[in-house]
């Protein structure tokens, strides 16, 4: 399909001057008997002598209508020719008309092109595991070959201090010169490739020997890094995140704390690390609200319990009770259930959470016998996370004779674990709360401040993943759509993450806090630490889209993903940001958007159950698509097409609109004429799109497409990887429409000022992405200087969509031309609107099927300002 677009004035074209009060005759002017009605407000007659009033009303308006239709007549006929000369639609018709009897229409097979992508995809997410797999083996061995030095000095290079000098000129402790330099791959950011740093959290010293320990024994990760990316240069970010809280991360960077001079980032905080760190789980959060629990103890369960909600994710499911005289769920819709811990119903809780109010006296009893019998129902039912069950116990104290609960619940399986978090200084119940978590193969844990919040917490995650340590389960996680401020970015990621695990045979010892397998409290000491932490990888979303190609998903056709939870991990419809001043920010809830709520036709969720449930298939649905900022719709019918992606828990689907959606128009010409078309100057390639790849040879990197595509035909670059599909439907659309430079040069030369004056700019599009422009006045004198340039994205082909202008010719017959006014709140000042867009389409007909050729978005024509009140 390909669009030209032309723009004009429309002073010369404006009706005649007062024109429009002409039209406007009131009423009362014809007769003092014509009376407003009191109550109706209508105007009537109030006598029958007024007939002939009214027939000279009729007569005249019947005049004025006729004069009105004609004028009309004239405004348009002069609006179509000075369209069809302008754009050159007629000439571009005719050259496609020529070429028909060597074209082919290809049929498009929607589920066969999804089950391709799909197979890349799983390719390409494929080497990202690899990569992350051997981060793992390289961690392990590096811990089994290390001995812990608990008087180890060891100087590495801290992510916050690199290159920072003292008064004395001299670098700072663990601040060492750290070459950087700016690397399109990464988002631009200063980076070095060659080795990795470390980033710590404000609260961890950075000299503590488990720290040193643990940043020395990874050293081990720098080559493999490295190596890594060799192999596979469409690597991201790689990094480990170590269980005592140092981040070490590849390429190394400059980090920096926030506006307070702290940071915040703990890489054991972040979802791939919980993920990864542990199993599905069951979380039953029990907190103690009785009076006792008053001021800064208050204070302290609270933040506990946001803690531990911060290291659930969408496959954990979670509830809250508090207790004192009574059991209440603090959310009573949630009665007696679990619920999916995504980010919605973890921030809701978190707003019941700080609400909590501490009084009366605290009975434990029922709270657990509650708690266990939600766990055993879903448990039985086979729902939640069908893995770990455990409950968290937040309290000052446990009086009670509590072992008949455990006894009739829990014991001898124990298939649920109990944790115990004992909040104050007190220590007089500690015995009690320690032989409730030691004898639910649990920990326990006292909390004296908010400082010791964060450490405490996450000691639970060391118990629930000692299961996958004995059984050597390194489980391949992916995460659902995030944007990470370590990678200071707001492109949407995903990221592949393992746990790393100790191989050492550790000593069996009686150690404080942790609960054995059969209940008894010795337990394996941690000098070394059973899970080591975890090694991750990012993949930027816009790579894996890349896979599936605008051009051969049509006009409105586009791809998505989405989880097996139902969350969208990338689709045109998910608008993750908004601008706050101008700064961009990311949406409070914008990585947990239901596919229900982008693909909202789905109202008996059939598409999304199925792609939840990994299915492959399809299904067509009659749907409404806003566009122009929802001031326009287009009724299309679409076909969807999903699949999975093998090994990930994501699933694939590519939707093409019917009509021009399901046919792809194949044209053949030689590359010397094809060549020769290309280097003319009106024509431009789509940048955003991928006809050759350049973003990973650092010599391609500031190649154009138009300028990659020019030297992977001339053979200048033989190292280039092109899509020779594209490339040759680019080649035919350049010699097919290569005279429209000569026709719009002849017309700019032959324009008269006096008599034409509006005619801006012709244009066209193809849908290989293909563009030619021509301008008919200065480039000065352009009413809308942003047009066709990348601060307009509507207006040019970019990887989410084609042009406005192309898209909306595409739903209109061929030949006929559709007009667009920019609204007053577009327009450039405000006031009146400046410029008129016209489109058309171009049709190519091969053996019965019509295909769109090419989307002419043929005019853009300028508007004067009104006089005298007409077409205002």
């Known amino acids: 399909m390909m669009m030209v677009m032309v723009m004009m004035m429309l002073g010369l074209l404006c009706l005649p001057p007062c024109a429009r009060a002409q039209t406007r005759i009131p009423l009362e002017t014809f ?56 754009s050159g639609s007629l000439l571009l018709q005719k050259k496609y008309k020529d070429v028909e009897p060597t074209l082919k229409i290809k049929e498009v097979d929607g589920l066969e092109l999804v089950k391709k992508f799909s197979e890349q995809m799983e390719s390409m997410l494929r080497r990202k595991v690899e990569a992350v797999e051997r981060l793992v083996e390289a961690a392990e061995d590096a811990d089994l070959n290390h001995e812990y030095n608990s008087s180890l000095e060891f100087d590495y290079y801290n992510s916050l201090l690199i290159n920072d000098k003292d008064e004395n000129d001299n670098y700072v402790e663990l601040g060492d010169e750290f070459i950087l330099e700016p690397n399109e791959h990464f988002n631009n950011l200063l980076v070095n490739t060659t080795y990795s740093d470390i980033q710590l959290p404000t609260n961890v010293y950075n000299k503590d020997p488990a720290i040193l320990n643990g940043v020395y024994m990874s050293e081990a990760l720098n080559p493999v890094f490295v190596d890594n990316f060799e192999r596979d240069p469409t690597l991201t970010w790689q990094y480990f995140g170590s269980s005592t809280g140092f981040f070490r991360l590849y390429p ?249 695990f100790s191989k050492k045979n550790e000593t069996v010892e009686n150690y404080p806090g942790f609960a054995s397998e059969n209940g008894f409290s010795f337990v394996l000491k941690r000098s070394h630490g059973i899970l080591l932490g975890v090694v991750g990888s990012d993949v930027p979303l816009r790579e894996l889209l890349k896979l599936a190609p605008r051009y051969k998903l049509g006009v409105h056709g586009y791809a998505f993903l989405n989880t097996n939870n139902g969350y969208i991990l990338s689709h045109p419809d998910l608008r993750p940001l908004y601008k706050e001043g101008k700064k961009l920010k990311p949406k409070p809830n914008y990585n947990s958007v239901d596919l229900s709520e982008v693909e909202w036709e789905d109202q008996d969720e059939i598409l999304r159950s199925a792609m939840i449930n990994g299915e492959t298939g399809y299904l067509s649905m009659d749907v409404k698509v806003p566009v122009d900022k929802g001031k326009r719709v287009l009724f299309l019918t679409n076909d969807y097409f999903f699949t999975d992606i093998t090994g990930t828990p994501f699933s694939l689907g590519v939707v093409l609109s019917r009509g021009h959606g399901e046919y792809i128009l194949l044209g053949n010409t030689s590359v010397e004429e094809g060549l020769h078309d290309l280097l003319q100057p ?157 489109s058309t389409a171009v049709s190519v007909s091969v053996d019965g099927k019509m295909g769109i050729a090419a989307d002419k978005q043929l005019l853009k024509l300028a508007l004067q300002d009104s006089k005298e009140g007409c077409l205002a």
């Open 252 to 500: 190394g960077i400059k980090w920096l704390p926030d506006e307070n001079g702290v940071i915040s980032f703990d890489c054991r905080n972040r979802g791939w690390y919980i993920q990864a760190a542990t199993s599905p789980k069951d979380i039953v959060i029990i907190v103690d609200v009785s009076g006792s629990m008053k001021g800064l103890r208050m204070t302290i369960a609270k933040h506990t319990i946001v803690t531990i909600l911060d290291t659930l994710g969408e496959n954990d499911f979670v509830n809250i009770i508090a207790y004192n005289d009574y059991v209440h769920f603090i959310e009573p819709c949630f009665k007696g259930i679990l619920v999916q811990a995504d980010r919605d119903n973890r921030e809701h809780f978190k707003q019941l959470v700080d609400e909590l109010q501490a009084k009366g006296v605290g009975t434990v009893n029922k709270a657990l016998t509650e708690s266990f019998k939600i766990l055993r129902e879903f448990r039985e039912a086979g729902q939640g996370g069908l893995c770990n069950q455990a409950i968290m116990l937040i309290t000052d104290g446990a009086v009670e004779d509590y072992e008949a609960v455990f006894e009739k619940y829990n014991w001898p399986d124990r298939k649920v674990r109990v944790f115990t978090y004992l909040i104050g200084r007190e220590v007089t119940f500690a015995p009690n709360v320690k032989w409730i978590a030691c004898n639910n193969k649990g920990y326990y844990t006292q909390i004296s401040t908010l400082a010791d919040v964060q450490e405490n917490v996450m000691e639970y995650l060391h118990v629930l993943s000692r299961p996958m340590v004995i059984n050597h389960d390194h489980d391949i996680i992916w995460t659902e759509a995030y944007m990470d401020s370590a990678a200071q970015s707001l492109l949407l990621m995903t990221t592949v993450a393992m746990p790393v």
């Open 682 to 838: 009106d024509l431009s390639l789509a940048n955003e799109w991928i006809y050759c790849i350049t973003d990973i040879d650092p010599d391609h990197r500031k190649l154009s497409q138009l300028e990659a595509v020019i030297r992977f035909l001339t053979g200048e670059e033989p190292d280039l990887e092109c899509d020779e599909e594209l490339v040759q439907e680019v080649l035919f659309d350049a010699v097919v429409t290569a005279p429209m430079e000569a026709y719009w040069t002849t017309l700019a030369l032959n324009m008269s000022l006096d008599t034409e004056a509006g005619v801006e700019m012709a244009f066209l599009g193809t849908r290989a992405g293909l563009m030619r422009s021509a301008l008919y006045v200065g480039s000065e004198k352009i009413s809308n200087k942003k047009f066709l340039t990348p601060k307009d994205k509507e207006s040019i082909f970019t990887m989410d969509h084609f042009p406005l202008w192309y898209r909306r010719a595409a739903e209109h017959p061929p030949g006929s031309f559709i007009y667009s006014i920019v609204s007053e709140d577009e327009s450039e000042g405000g006031g009146l609107p400046k410029v008129v867009t016209v």
């Open 31 to 86: 007769s003092p008997s014509v009376v407003k009605g009191e109550e109706t407000g209508e105007y009537w007659l109030n006598s029958a002598q007024n007939i002939s009033y009214v027939k000279l009303v009729y007569e005249m308006g019947g005049r004025w209508a006729s004069r009105v239709k004609a004028w009309a007549d004239a405004f348009g006929g002069e609006l179509y020719s000075v369209a069809t000369k302008y």
